[in-house]
């Protein structure tokens, strides 16, 4: 039974620290972070700008409509496309 408890509490802290850093990669969907995402596609040019506003504008609405892990995901997309049209 102590190799089971083993298991488990290795499992449990492989599950728990994967999901942490799967929670590095999401950008936080508040003010702050979308002030500086903005920023960024402000600087962008060209499609990468364009593309970069869509997926801004997509956050804007999910975090509108309290979809805070949406919100992330576009917020991280924006940031993204943004670095590709970055003078």
Known sequence: T???KT???TAALT???S???FAEDMKACDD???KMVMETVDKAEGDAKMMAMKEFDMAKEAMGMKEMDKCSEH???AEKEAMKGKM
């Open 19 to 21: 999901g942490f850093s």
């Open 2 to 4: 102590h190799m089971l």
């Open 15 to 17: 599950v728990a620290f």
């Open 7 to 9: 298991l488990f509490a």
């Open 32 to 34: 702050a972070t979308m």
């Open 75 to 77: 917020l991280g997309m």
